[in-house]
């Protein structure tokens, strides 16, 4: 049998550092030992063939596979605290080739590490850039690596927000993949929640192995079920109270498919919600007239990279906005606004369906209120103390109070608002948009707003209404937002309702019916969806 020889990293000697933000120097030699038996390849081959192939094989097998290696060993902790956190790591050669660290999890051209791993690498120059989430700043440089030298390097990241201290919880819907790597994902980009989708996950590439965490990750796993409507459109149905089942078995819920299915799902799961992953499936005035919706995606997953793949059926979007982020984006928002504007109050959420390295688990963020959430995770959505965030994270309070807050006067009373607002963000921002009962009454500098101390002047309310503020970057091309969830007013305790609004959607409805067919439905489900868009318009 032939010998082959595995070419094994000596234990190296220390080489140099310089600092975070220059050049690393590291690198071990290389020795051969021997290994397991090469597979028998030539039974087929005639002798002459046989003899040029071993030949071959010989002297491609006894040559090192690269003159000189060394070895990162990184340690990733907050700057200010030192404790361990993880981070997204990519490390790319001179030639652009991703590198990736061995018993981390990774994900497209990003390697995951929870507080330290270690990377063997030829010599040569390398970039790196390190990304704990958008409460820290991005971290990125070079470093050359030489034979024989091995490095420790610690990178200390510094935050710019602490979102957890300010009292929210970062939430992420529609996550899969293995439990154990999700963790460490999570964790990796500060996200506290995630609704974890077991139909689309598969099992853990760690079979076991370590993925390098000092302490458990702080994250928490979610169970949520994917939902389809009779005739397209998709939501989200998650359960708080339990904890995903193990990938590897086949006991996963099957997708639930039809409202009569998620009419007995909602009665089964009575602290379960359902969320709508954006404002434009066709049957949402379905949906909606029968009160199974707890939330709607205002930033949804096909956002972006994955417009392409929404389904041709079941959605209002004419196919030419998927090449357009920014047209589909407020095409969106304008039917958001439109339910808002029918007396409704749906907490404004984010959906996440990662397919593309492109828009990573992470990109799409809901921010959820945390009070109570010790008790209830997801008790902020519940109320409807949320905002959702793609890239700036845009904090607002209207008189002290969260978004989803309702004001109330008496008849011939008034309300007036008076915003404060905090940024961090790792783009340019457009001016800010203050939306109130739809349309965009203000919009606000950010350098004004900086020698205002953070307070927008105050706006007034003389009859019921809801307003919102979006934050937008200035990037055309890339769709990047912040946006919260309505603060409500009420005079005389008596919501803001447009009848136009919800004529649209008794139209949208007999539409669809008409379609569909109205016999595909229940007439009892018709009946009720229909009674309460009626019972709007006379309200």
């Not at 990178?155 to 602490?162: P, Y």
């Not at 504007?341 to 945390?370: D, I, V, Y």
Request: neutral net charge; proline residues 6%.
């Amino acid at each position: 049998m032939l010998q082959r020889k595995v070419y094994q990293v000596d234990q190296p000697r220390m080489g140099v550092g310089r600092g975070l933000g220059g050049d690393w120097a590291i690198g071990p030699s290389c020795r051969s030992m021997p290994g397991k038996d090469t597979p028998m390849i030539c039974r087929t081959l005639n002798k002459s063939s046989c003899r040029f192939l071993v030949g071959l094989l010989l002297g491609l097998l006894a040559a090192p596979v690269f003159a000189g290696s060394g070895q990162v060993d990184l340690t990733i902790t907050d700057a200010d605290t030192g404790k361990p956190i993880g981070a997204r790591v990519t490390v790319r050669d001179g030639r652009g080739r991703t590198k990736r660290f061995p018993n981390c999890v990774w994900q497209g051209e990003a390697t995951y590490v929870f507080y330290q791993a270690n990377l063997k690498l030829p010599e040569g120059n390398y970039q790196f850039q390190v990304d704990a989430g958008p409460e820290y700043r991005l971290f990125s440089g070079n470093f050359d690596v030489m034979s024989g030298a091995e490095s420790t390097q610690p990178i200390k990241m510094e935050r710019t927000v602490d979102l957890n201290e300010e009292g929210w919880q970062v939430a992420e819907i529609n996550v899969f993949g293995a439990p154990d790597e999700l963790g460490v994902i999570l964790d990796s980009l500060g996200v506290d929640l995630g609704a974890w989708n077991p139909e689309l996950s598969k099992r853990s590439r760690s079979r076991g192995k370590s993925f390098h965490a000092p302490t458990q990750p702080e994250s928490r796993l979610l169970s949520s079920t994917l939902g389809k409507g009779n005739f397209g459109g998709g939501f989200h149905m998650i359960q708080p109270e339990a904890q995903p089942t193990d990938v590897s078995t086949k006991e996963m819920p099957e997708i639930i498919e039809g409202v009569e299915a998620a009419i007995r799902w909602k009665k089964l799961h009575r602290n379960g919600l359902i969320i709508a992953d954006s404002a434009l499936a066709n049957e949402l005035p379905l949906w909606l007239g029968l009160e199974l919706i707890d939330g709607i995606g205002l930033i949804p997953w096909f956002i972006g990279e994955l417009a392409e793949q929404i389904p041709g059926r079941g959605y209002n979007i004419d196919r030419k906005m998927l090449r357009d982020n920014l047209a589909l984006a407020h095409w969106n928002e304008k039917h958001y606004y439109e339910l808002l504007e029918c007396g409704l109050k749906l907490p404004a959420t984010a959906t996440s369906q990662w397919k593309t390295p492109k828009q990573p688990l992470g990109t799409n963020r809901l921010m959820l209120a945390s009070t109570d959430s010790a008790t209830d995770p997801l008790v902020g959505l519940r109320v409807g103390e949320t905002w959702v965030t793609n890239g700036p994270l845009v904090r607002i309070r209207a008189n002290g109070k969260l978004p989803g807050h309702t004001f109330t006067a008496e008849q011939g009373g008034h309300v007036s608002l008076n915003l404060s607002l905090r940024v961090s963000t790792r783009y340019r921002l457009a001016p800010l948009e203050i939306v109130k009962n739809g349309e965009v009454i203000q919009t606000v500098d950010l350098r004004e707003l900086v020698k205002n101390r953070g307070i927008i002047p105050s706006i007034p309310f003389e009859e019921s209404g809801w307003l919102l503020v979006r934050a937008a970057a200035e990037d055309q091309k890339n769709y990047r937002a912040a946006i919260t969830s309505p603060f409500y007013v009420e005079i005389n305790q008596k919501p803001r309702i447009n009848t136009q609004a919800v004529q649209a959607q008794i139209e949208r409805l007999d539409t669809l019916l008409e379609d569909e067919g109205e016999d595909s439905l229940p007439e009892e489900i018709v009946r009720k969806a229909r009674t309460f868009w009626h019972d709007k318009l006379e309200n």
